[in-house]
Every structure is written in structure tokens, then in C-alpha cells.
């Protein structure tokens, strides 16, 4: 039990004492949960949630149902910890659209997975940036079935419009954990880009995300000679 472990141990007395940055994972999650359960440690209960969802990276993957499963917390514990995961999303998504975060394809693969690569559903995102690569806005442009594809061009470049914006990206992830883009992804792909450009619009990359990988239709070489002397 956690009442076992010397004082200096303890998750909660060594964040208070070191300071809450020098606390590993499950001693952060350790914090959140609070207590254990009988026969088993706050520190057991929070390796349980880590290994559940396949590592710390995917904890805001795990569904209440999923964390009800593990003996020691409730649904209310459930919700608690998926608050707290979601906040640290939105608090990295804040941080990410005061940056300059285009300078390479390659640069969104992280920002991506975070906003999208953990859903259970197929999810289609936009993200409008300027002319200098900072992001003014994304937006989910649709939530449905993992057979479902990109919606229409008007209604993406729409968005792009309102909001002033030059250079665009689109994201959608498959959740079968597959990158593998498919022929009508590619068809889309290629018409929007085609659509974007009529209006004077960049698309810099779609990315197919998954919770580990993702897929870049600039760095496959679809895009190049749209997208290229853009960044």
C-alpha cells in the first residue's frame, strides 16, 4: 500500500516537496487518482492505466468504460482522469497555434495524433494556417464511420475562406491503425488540391494519423507541385 512507502516516496509528498515536473508518469497519474484499493497501490492502479492504454501517450484514448474496468476506479474517477487528459490536450493545442509550426511536412505528425489519432471514429480535420505557417484555426469538419472519406472540397475551402486563410492541411485518421491511404482518399485528395489552388488557396499535406504513425501526401509526393514552394 502507498501508506507503506517512505514519506519520500509517496507521489503526493514528493511533488509537494521536489516539485511536480520531477514526478516519473505514474507518479503524476498517482496524484490524480489518489488512492488504490484494497490489496493494491495508487502507484499498481496508476501501472494498470498505463499498460491499459499501451503507454502514457495514449492515456486520452481510454474511454470511461475502458477505466471503469480497472479495479479501483469509478466512473466519476473515469471522468476525473479523461477531464484531465483533455486538458492537457487543449492546453498543447493552445501552445501549438502560437507557433510557427509549419516550416516541414513532417513537423504535424505529433500535433495531429494529439488532436485526432486516439478517436474510435473516422475524423476529418482542417487546419488553416497563414502565409507564415502559424495555425489561425483547425476545426473537426466531420465525425462518422471508419468507411466514411473526405467530405466535399466547397465545404473545406470554405472554412479556409471565412477565415482569411492562405495555406491549409487536412487531417483524418483511420481507425483500424492503418496509414495506408486508400484510392478514394487519393482521388480526393488530389481533386482538392486542384479545387485550392483555383481559389488561390495552398494545400501543404493531408495526413492519413493513427495513435502511432501517420501518413504525409506531400512527403509521398502528391502534393509536390502545389505544395512544395510553399514551405
Same mark, same amino acid.
Do not use: W
Given at each position: 500500500? !502507498?501508506?507503506?512507502?517512505?514519506?519520500?516516496?509517496?507521489? @503526493?509528498?514528493?511533488?509537494?516537496?521536489?516539485? !511536480?515536473?520531477?514526478?516519473?508518469? @505514474?507518479?503524476?497519474?498517482?496524484?490524480?487518482?489518489?488512492?488504490?484499493?484494497?490489496?493494491?497501490?495508487?502507484?499498481?492502479?496508476?501501472?494498470?492505466?498505463?499498460?491499459?492504454? %499501451?503507454?502514457?501517450?495514449?492515456? =486520452?484514448?481510454?474511454?470511461?468504460?475502458?477505466?471503469?474496468?480497472?479495479?479501483?476506479?469509478?466512473?466519476?474517477?473515469?471522468?476525473?482522469?479523461?477531464?484531465?487528459?483533455?486538458?492537457? @490536450?487543449?492546453?498543447?493545442?493552445? @501552445?501549438?497555434?502560437?507557433?510557427?509550426?509549419?516550416?516541414?511536412?513532417?513537423?504535424? %505528425?505529433?500535433? &495531429?495524433?494529439?488532436?485526432?489519432?486516439?478517436? $474510435?471514429?473516422?475524423?476529418?480535420?482542417?487546419?488553416?494556417?497563414? &502565409?507564415? $505557417?502559424?495555425?489561425?484555426?483547425?476545426?473537426?469538419?466531420?465525425?462518422?464511420?471508419?468507411?466514411?472519406?473526405?467530405?466535399?472540397?466547397?465545404? !473545406?475551402?470554405? %472554412?479556409? &475562406? &471565412?477565415? *482569411?486563410?492562405?495555406?491549409?492541411?487536412?487531417? *483524418? =485518421?483511420?481507425?483500424?491503425?492503418?496509414?495506408?491511404?486508400?484510392?478514394?482518399?487519393?482521388?480526393? #485528395?488530389?481533386?482538392?488540391?486542384?479545387?485550392?489552388?483555383?481559389?488561390?488557396?495552398?494545400?501543404?499535406? *493531408?495526413?492519413?494519423? #493513427?495513435?502511432?504513425?501517420?501518413?504525409?501526401? $506531400?512527403?509521398? %509526393?502528391?502534393?509536390?507541385?502545389?505544395?512544395?514552394?510553399?514551405?
Amino acid at each position: 500500500m !502507498i501508506k507503506d512507502l517512505p514519506v519520500e516516496e509517496r507521489p @503526493r509528498e514528493k511533488g509537494l516537496r521536489e516539485g !511536480i515536473e520531477e514526478l516519473s508518469s @505514474r507518479e503524476l497519474l498517482a496524484v490524480l487518482l489518489r488512492s488504490g484499493t484494497k490489496g493494491q497501490s495508487v502507484l499498481e492502479t496508476a501501472d494498470q492505466v498505463i499498460e491499459k492504454a %499501451g503507454g502514457v501517450q495514449n492515456l =486520452n484514448a481510454l474511454s470511461i468504460q475502458q477505466l471503469s474496468e480497472i479495479k479501483g476506479i469509478q466512473k466519476v474517477k473515469a471522468l476525473e482522469l479523461q477531464a484531465s487528459f483533455e486538458l492537457a @490536450r487543449r492546453i498543447y493545442d493552445g @501552445r501549438m497555434k502560437q507557433r510557427n509550426v509549419m516550416k516541414r511536412p513532417d513537423d504535424f %505528425g505529433i500535433y &495531429l495524433r494529439q488532436k485526432i489519432g486516439a478517436s $474510435h471514429q473516422e475524423e476529418v480535420l482542417a487546419v488553416y494556417l497563414n &502565409l507564415s $505557417h502559424e495555425i489561425i484555426d483547425s476545426e473537426i469538419l466531420f465525425r462518422g464511420t471508419a468507411e466514411t472519406s473526405l467530405i466535399s472540397p466547397y465545404e !473545406i475551402l470554405q %472554412g479556409a &475562406l &471565412l477565415r *482569411h486563410s492562405k495555406r491549409l492541411v487536412i487531417a *483524418h =485518421n483511420h481507425p483500424s491503425g492503418s496509414c495506408e491511404p486508400s484510392d478514394l482518399d487519393i482521388a480526393n #485528395t488530389l481533386k482538392l488540391a486542384r479545387a485550392a489552388e483555383l481559389m488561390d488557396i495552398v494545400l501543404l499535406d *493531408h495526413v492519413i494519423v #493513427t495513435m502511432q504513425d501517420c501518413f504525409s501526401f $506531400h512527403q509521398a %509526393g502528391f502534393l509536390n507541385q502545389t505544395a512544395d514552394s510553399a514551405f
